[in-house]
């Protein structure tokens, strides 16, 4: 079993959809959970981070912790073609490595 | 901007042939990343400089060395590229500074790298 497991997708929606991306884990020691963005051909780009349980939200971004059911989630509002994009997860136990997901690949068409 | 650069970014090389992939960070992190990412997987780490001390991961094959002159620049040697080895290869770069920020990695746009 993968530390972190990530739907690989794709996942396509109509514009103004509400898109919701997930991965579960293993590893109760997570502390430090993060979503990269990457668009093709770029590195990943890092939209949101959250310590422990509890929500946070960044404009149409909502990231959501659930330590209990080692399950995290994030939202995006009102997506947009821009959006499209493949979105890693990635988790520390507050050491300076990463576990990342294997990345949603998301479209979104107008 | 302070950022991470990486240069090239596409790499052609040819079975066998060495091939260097250089990263550049205007951050001043001290802790710098080498990362191989394959098509739709997760980035996979070959290893990590704290500083000038570095930090190989076991499964990375000895064909992959790493070089770091100072601060801002590291660089990824394949000494013998194989067919195997064509995949994107991405620099990453934190800050030990506090235990929120040695969690957060920044990337540079990566270095595709094709092997004929």
């Known amino acids: 079993q993968k530390e972190v497991e990530q739907d690989p997708g794709p996942l396509s929606v109509p514009e103004g959809a509400i898109v919701s991306l997930n991965c579960t884990y293993s590893?109760?020691?997570?502390?430090?959970f993060m979503w990269y963005r990457q668009y093709s051909r770029k590195g990943p780009e890092l939209l949101m981070y959250t310590y422990s349980s509890g929500n946070k939200e960044d404009g149409r971004f909502t990231a959501q912790v659930d330590k209990s059911s080692k399950y995290i989630s994030l939202f995006i509002r009102d997506s947009q073609p821009s959006d499209s994009a493949t979105y890693l997860c990635a988790m520390s136990p507050n050491t300076d490595k990463l576990i990342f997901g294997t990345g949603t690949r998301l479209q979104v068409f107008p | 901007d302070a950022m991470v650069i990486q240069n090239p970014r596409y790499q052609v090389t040819q079975f066998g042939k060495p091939v260097t992939l250089s990263c550049s960070q205007t951050l001043n992190h001290n802790v710098m990343y080498w990362y191989q990412q394959k098509s739709s997987q997760a980035p996979k780490l070959l290893f990590h400089y704290y500083d000038k001390d570095f930090n190989n991961e076991a499964d990375t094959p000895d064909n992959f060395q790493s070089r770091r002159p100072n601060t801002s620049f590291c660089f990824l040697d394949i000494r013998s590229p194989g067919l195997g080895d064509a995949a994107m290869y991405l620099c990453a770069t934190s800050s030990p500074r506090d235990n929120v920020a040695k969690n957060i990695q920044y990337f540079g746009a990566g270095t595709r790298l094709s092997v004929l």
């Open positions: 590893n109760s020691a997570f502390q430090y």
